[in-house]
């Protein structure tokens, strides 16, 4: 007769006590890659539906009012959720709406993580409190380099997301000329895909989406990247050695590109949710003129908002996103 084998108790015990270690250590990780998978989708398609909504918009300006007295204290102050009301709501499909001092009741958080995840804020609740540089950039003056310090009010989707609403009523139209990012932003969303519901963070589930131009609008949603490279790059060089601005981002990742000019110039009114530290100097952008060294491509200051063409063979600071 053959003597019958099995595995003792024991050993049974010891084999999902390792099996649950290891689901311990791994089931995490997995978790989180597939809520950045699925927050990246989600992000996507609000930034499509988004896009599609303000396209049959005639034009985003001169909603709402703004109105300071002779002392600069605010009077009057309905333009950004006028523009919900009277603009968005029209071509585009709202649950709720939440006026200045109510961004709660629509799901807005109190606080938010930066991307860098070292500093929490307070969400920002007007304009100067999404950037200072909006309303005071050291270069800017009169209404090329400042835009009106509204205060924010925000909506909820049919497919849960919070969105907050900065908006510029006096936004320009002209997508040619050089000078200051700061007026050519009409809105700017700051959206929570699930409400004040945690993480609260940038570059996870929090992100924004920013519409340029009056007229003819560009809408850009920068996929964040939380890297960053710190030393100053030119934009384009002949010498096989030297590192161009392009080649740093594939280098630090193959879904890695340059921003372009208005997606830089998006990352600049929502810096402070990045928080770039020391780096918050000049940046190249994607966005080009002519080739070669010689030629010309579009910048960004982010330490007072200016946007410039210059020689390529310059070098200034990269800044890379998601493709």
Not at 267 to 283: E, R, S, Y
């Amino acid at each position: 007769m053959k003597k019958k084998t099995g595995f003792t108790l024991a050993e049974i015990l010891i084999t999902l006590a390792i099996i649950g270690i290891v689901a311990a250590i791994t089931l995490p990780s997995l978790l989180v890659n597939v809520n950045e998978k699925a927050w990246d989708a989600q992000k996507k398609a609000l930034h499509a539906r988004l896009a599609q909504a303000i396209g049959q918009m005639n034009a985003l300006g001169g909603y709402g009012t703004y109105t300071e007295d002779g002392d600069g204290a605010v009077t009057a102050d309905t333009a950004a959720e006028s523009f919900i009301l009277d603009a968005l709501s029209k071509v585009y499909k709202i649950n709720n709406v939440c006026g200045p001092d109510k961004l709660s009741s629509c799901g807005i958080p109190s606080k938010i993580t930066t991307l860098d995840a070292v500093s929490e804020i307070n969400f920002p609740t007007k304009m100067s409190e999404l950037n200072t540089k909006l309303l005071n950039g050291s270069h800017a003056t009169g209404e090329d380099g400042d835009v009106a310090d509204t205060k924010a009010a925000a909506f909820e989707t049919v497919n849960g997301e919070s969105i907050a609403v900065f908006y510029n009523p006096l936004c320009s139209s002209d997508t040619t000329v050089d000078h200051f990012a700061q007026n050519k932003m009409c809105v700017n969303f700051v959206y929570d895909l699930n409400g004040a519901e945690g993480p609260n963070q940038v570059g996870k589930d929090v992100g924004f989406i920013t519409a340029m131009y009056n007229k003819n609008p560009v809408v850009v949603a920068p996929m964040l990247y939380g890297g960053s490279y710190t030393s100053t790059v030119p934009q384009y060089s002949d010498s096989a050695e030297t590192v161009d601005a392009p080649t740093v981002c594939k280098t630090m990742g193959e879904d890695l590109r340059l921003p372009d000019r208005d997606e830089l110039a998006s990352l600049f009114v929502n810096a402070p949710l990045i928080n770039l530290g020391d780096n918050d100097d000049t940046h190249w952008s994607g966005s080009t003129i002519s080739s070669g060294t010689s030629g010309m491509a579009w910048y960004q200051a982010f330490n007072y908002g200016g946007r410039y063409r210059y020689i390529r063979s310059h070098a200034r600071y990269v800044r890379c996103i998601r493709r």
